[in-house]
């Protein structure tokens, strides 16, 4: 730093200030001082800056599988609008286990990092706030009442119902429902979506047309099995998110049952995978990307000093080939 101060001709205490953009400097010096770091090809330690100003330019992101399609969206989202600030992710997985997210989040405030961001998770609205002592904390996927974490939530309630009323629509009458896990308030909440829509077109809900499915490939198949195992009727499934919906794809497949022609299919959540699954997938979009970036988002906003406010996209409809009008 004393070198680039010699050669733009200007104190360290400038350099210092341009780096971290603690304070307004002239146009002049800034370019005199950009100057010089490029002709000395200079670059920042992030650790060494950490340590004198009280930052480490890093963010913890508490996720739960990182090869998950529906986080892993997220995460590539809160990548990029933290690299937009300089910033880094530290990615940790919970594996929906309190006891290892909490070792998680442990080693996030050991590590010293400025601000952790929390996808969903199965630890305590209680023990958020405790750690949201030691940082700003940002939560998505899940509704907090605190002042000390800032949450994002999805319309989980009315995107299954835009699901289900484009079945009834489309006039079926015997429509099927994969649960996801209903620890969750998210399979809650979609699980109420349906039952609103279900009622809305005039129908009797039966719970023989309701199984459980815990958001897995693995989960839809089987649920899809038990469905025709039981011999209830039904001409269209919905389902808690894709990824039970293309078990439920593979299980009709396998009993030779044709999707849209036999049974219409919808997912939820409208991942990448999806859109590519036989056939494509109609979906509730969440925008789990854009989710992930305004979560970032909401956190430098914290590390700044900011109270910024961030709203979700409205869930909507992409209609695609897994769904068709019944032929009576």
Not at 43 to 65: E, K, M, W, Y
Not at 70 to 92: C, D, K, Q, T
Not at 107 to 136: H, N, T
């Amino acid at each position: 730093m004393a070198m680039v101060a010699e050669v733009a001709g200007v104190s360290p205490s400038t350099v210092s200030r341009i780096l971290n953009g603690t304070a307004r400097v002239s146009p002049d010096k800034t370019a005199a001082v950009l100057s010089a770091i490029d002709s000395l090809e200079f670059s920042p330690n992030p650790v060494a800056r950490g340590l004198a100003g009280g930052r480490t330019a890093s963010i913890g992101v508490l996720t739960q599988t990182v090869s998950s399609p529906f986080y892993g969206e997220a995460l590539l989202g809160i990548e990029a609008a933290l690299r937009e600030e300089s910033y880094i992710p530290l990615f940790v997985s919970g594996h929906w286990m309190e006891s290892t997210e909490r070792m998680a989040m442990d080693e996030l405030m050991l590590r010293r990092v400025d601000g952790v961001i929390v996808l969903a998770g199965r630890l305590s609205d209680r023990m958020l706030q405790g750690y949201a002592k030691q940082v700003p904390m940002v939560v998505l996927g899940r509704s907090i009442n605190s002042s000390r974490v800032r949450s994002l939530s999805f319309d989980n309630r009315n995107g299954a119902l835009l699901a289900t009323r484009h079945l009834t629509e489309m006039g079926h009458q015997r429509i099927a429902y994969i649960v996801g896990d209903t620890d969750h308030d998210d399979a809650v909440e979609r699980l109420e979506g349906y039952r609103e829509g279900i009622r809305e077109a005039g129908l009797q809900i039966d719970p023989e047309l309701i199984t459980n499915g815990d958001f897995t490939e693995q989960g839809g198949m089987l649920a899809v099995n038990r469905l025709l195992d039981s011999g209830v009727r039904f001409t269209a499934i919905a389902c808690s998110n894709d990824q039970a919906a293309i078990g439920a794809l593979l299980a009709l497949s396998r009993r030779n049952i044709r999707v849209p022609d036999d049974v219409s299919v919808v997912g939820f959540d409208d991942v990448m995978p999806a859109r590519y699954s036989t056939p494509p997938l109609s979906s509730v979009q969440l925008s789990i990307y854009e989710a992930g970036k305004a979560a970032a988002r909401v956190m430098l906003g914290l590390l700044r000093g900011e109270n910024r406010s961030e709203v979700l996209p409205e869930p909507r409809l992409a209609i695609r080939e897994s769904t068709q009008r019944l032929h009576r």
